[in-house]
């Protein structure tokens, strides 16, 4: 088995990816909205609507 390095980045200094997850943490989305990290971006999502929310249940209790 062999070790692989790894850079630790440098304290104090901001990175791409804390910048976006403290971005995403600070995220305050409208009431009813989803927001998700998918693969680097921040997603916003709408709440279902009352069809779309119907049929989904009546399919998972059939389930």
Known sequence: M???AHEQ?????P???????ESFLSLHSPEGFRAEL???EIIV???PDGDHEDHIN???KQV
């Open 45 to 47: 999502a709408p709440p």
């Open 15 to 21: 990175t791409q990816t804390g910048i976006l997850l």
């Open 38 to 40: 998918i693969e680097g």
């Open 9 to 13: 980045p440098i304290t104090g200094s």
């Open 2 to 4: 062999s070790a692989v």
């Open 58 to 60: 009546h399919l998972l």
